[in-house]
């Protein structure tokens, strides 16, 4: 199973505003969201942890308190690469543009979701050919999320639609998006 993780709550989900890879640790709600899910996740045995380098997806990650599981920090499993869109309140987004799955830059400077796709296909790849029946734990972000999402449910038709709250917890079953 690969359970995925949203980080916990930071300022910027309470603003509604866009994140990226700025640096933004978690606020005390984040936090008690960390320790309560690191609580709902205590009697499952993780095979290896797979968690974004940006510093609430780390905090979160630690938060949960899981000792002695193999972690690796992987580049492709960070948020969105937002860059000059950092701060923007998401009302201002036009989400069939942000979520469009054939762009790989948006709005100028913007990854756009196709390159999340990408990334994403990538290590659920790696995960599903090394770790077949192990248990995984990938702790990232929202737009990440919705990549997982759609790679297990590749007939969704408005991914934007998909939200992932701060440390809820998503389940997939690897082979769910076999033929």
């Known amino acids: 199973m690969i359970y995925v993780i949203r980080h916990g709550q930071v300022d910027t989900?309470?603003?509604n505003q866009i994140n990226g890879w700025n640096e933004e640790i978690l606020n005390d709600i984040g936090?008690?969201?960390?320790?309560s899910v690191g609580e709902q996740l205590k009697n499952i045995k993780f095979d290896v942890i797979f968690c974004s380098?940006?510093?609430?997806?780390?905090?979160?990650?630690n938060y949960l308190n899981i000792k002695n599981v193999?972690?690796?920090y992987d580049d492709r499993?960070?948020?969105r690469n937002s860059n000059s869109?950092?701060?923007?309140?998401v009302q201002l987004l036009n989400k069939d543009i942000w979520y469009d799955p054939t762009k790989n830059m948006i709005y100028e400077d913007s990854e756009g979701f196709k390159s999340i796709i990408n990334r994403v296909t990538s290590i659920l790849e790696e995960i599903k050919r090394d770790y077949q029946d192990k248990n995984i734990l990938i702790v990232t972000h929202g737009d990440v999320c919705k990549a997982i999402y759609l790679y297990f449910h590749p007939d969704t038709r408005y991914i934007r639609k998909f939200e992932q709250n701060n440390c809820e917890v998503v389940a997939y079953r690897l082979g769910d998006n076999d033929e």
């Not at 380098?53 to 990650?61: D, E, G, N, S, V």
């Not at 869109?85 to 309140?89: A, K, N, Q, R």
């Open 13 to 15: 989900n309470i603003k």
């Open 31 to 35: 936090i008690k969201q960390a320790i």
């Open 53 to 61: 380098p940006l510093l609430r997806a780390k905090q979160t990650y």
């Open 70 to 72: 193999p972690t690796i």
């Open 77 to 79: 499993i960070k948020e």
């Open 85 to 89: 869109m950092v701060g923007t309140s």
